[in-house]
């Protein structure tokens, strides 16, 4: 009986061994965008990440949910970081949060994936394709990103000559177990 128990003791700690590193804490974070102003590019950044990532291999059972505060935008130009935090952008009294929820992942290749997700910016949520790539060394990992979305499609702005309605968003996230 002895036998028999351990041997069920040292399945299920194994189980859960093997299911509890798919749980990462996010380290570090850096989000960056891009988008045409009057003919040049400006770019900026934002911050105040707070994640829940459970990701092994992009199975089912792996889900992504991330939030960064719309108020920490910075395009290292003070009147236009005040102007984008009003009602006409991003409207971060009303909205503080840009979230994003995964749906579904499938692999592309060794480190390469494709995630469908929720992103939601003042209250709109649309449903987009992000690939990315993970790499994963020992206890620690790296999610790397390059998407563009439409800032019309969330409400950000009126369409313009001057402003492009395009916005690349890249994201590096540092993971550890």
Sequence with gaps: MKNISF???AVCSSFHFIFAQN??????????????NAGFYVTGTLKGLEA??????GGKDDQIEASVKTNTI????NARDRHLKKDDYFDVEKYPNITMKSISFSKINNENYKGVFKLTIKNVTKTIEIPFS???NGKSGMFDTSF???????GIGESSWVLGNNVTIKMSIQVVQ
């Design 148 to 154: 563009v979305i439409n800032r019309l499609d969330y």
């Design 52 to 57: 829940k990532i459970n990701f092994f291999d």
């Design 23 to 36: 749980n990462w804490d996010w380290k570090t974070s850096n989000i960056e965008f891009k988008i045409k």
């Design 134 to 136: 993970f790499k994963k």
């Design 74 to 77: 910075n395009t290292n130009n």
């Design 7 to 9: 041997f069920l003791f």
